[in-house]
């Protein structure tokens, strides 16, 4: 098999316009400790969660009491161990919310204590917890927890991209025939592909993320999702060379959806100068 064709960089330094600088409260120290924490809380909240695993009731194909006591009680247990370690800080994990994140100086976690509910209640390895943290409005730190599998992705905008112990990058390659695309579960229904490579959904948007950024997939088209979903992702895709964009390949601003509601665009993660191609490779129906 001949070697795979790399692509040519298409990173660009700009200088971001804002009407207001941005002025983090948290330095690079401050962040190297909390990157810790958050690692221990996400290692120790995934036991919590595999504790529930495998407890569904067989003859339901979605069971619904199993996930909601298990997501309550993996919420319950981070939003405590959080603020007994930060009282300074907020907690955040959806619903209706009075305020922006720009509007917030104080640190914001992020928390989806359940990405990929649907697995976990069928048994299926692919689900996680994601934390987010946002500093002044922007998100800085990220931790995608895979209790199954054992791994463990984090980020913060201080270091590098890392899965467990080791660092990780986003693929260096064009698209081809063996390329893999991560969609959401209905996304047959809304796009026609023409992508030649292989395209599948499994079922948890925050793994989807780690996957493009370790280079396991070129990329994710992302529907349906909140700001909880992608937060953690984003800090860590980006960590690994890649970004978030929408299906034009604009850029987008997660504190826009910070008030809980849905984002009302189709997103792709992937490396960067990946997403106008994989866009135009995927047309609505």
Same mark, same amino acid.
């Given at each position: ?8 960089s298409?990173? =660009? ?60 009680a993996?919420?319950?247990? @981070? ?6 370690a ?15 994140? =720009? ?7 992020? $928390? ?16 996680? %917890? ?13 931790i ?8 463990l ?18 693929r ?18 809304d ?7 292989? %395209?599948?959904?499994l ?8 996957? $493009?950024?370790?280079?396991? +997939?070129s ?19 980006? +960590?690994?060379?890649? +970004?978030? =964009? ?5 850029? %987008? ?13 189709? @997103?792709? +993660? ?10 135009? @490779?995927?047309?609505?129906?």
């Open positions: 098999m001949a070697p795979k064709k790399k692509r040519k298409t990173v =660009r330094t700009k200088q971001m316009t804002t009407n207001k600088p941005w002025r983090p409260r948290l330095g690079v120290r401050d962040l190297a400790e909390i990157l810790t924490f958050a690692k221990g809380l996400a290692r120790a909240s995934g036991a919590l969660a595999m504790s529930y695993y495998g407890r569904a009731n067989p003859t339901l194909r979605y069971d619904y009491d199993l996930v909601t006591e298990a997501d309550l993996l919420n319950e247990y @981070l939003r405590k161990e959080v603020l007994d930060f009282p300074d800080h907020i907690f955040f994990n959806g619903g209706a919310q009075k305020k922006n994140l =720009r509007d917030i100086t104080d640190p914001v976690w992020v $928390v989806d204590p359940l990405d990929g509910s649907a697995g976990f209640s069928a048994g299926m390895p692919v689900w996680g %917890v994601s934390l987010a943290l946002f500093d002044s409005g922007r998100p800085v730190l990220g995608i927890h895979l209790p199954v599998t054992g791994e992705y984090s980020a913060s905008r201080s270091g590098p991209a890392m899965l467990n112990d080791r660092k990780i990058t986003v260096d390659q064009e698209l081809d025939n063996e390329s893999l695309l991560l969609t959401y579960s209905r996304f047959h229904s796009f026609i592909t023409k992508l030649t490579g292989k %395209v599948r959904s079922g948890s948007t925050a793994a989807h993320m780690a996957y $493009v950024a370790r280079g396991a +997939a990329g994710a088209i992302m529907g349906n999702v909140h700001i909880w979903d992608i937060a953690a992702g984003q800090v860590i895709l980006e +960590a690994a060379g890649g +970004a978030i =964009r929408d299906l034009s390949g604009k850029k %987008v601003d997660l504190a826009d959806y910070s008030r809980g509601g849905d984002i009302d665009k189709v @997103l792709i +993660a992937a490396p960067m100068g990946l997403h106008k191609e994989i866009g135009s @490779l995927v047309e609505h129906r």
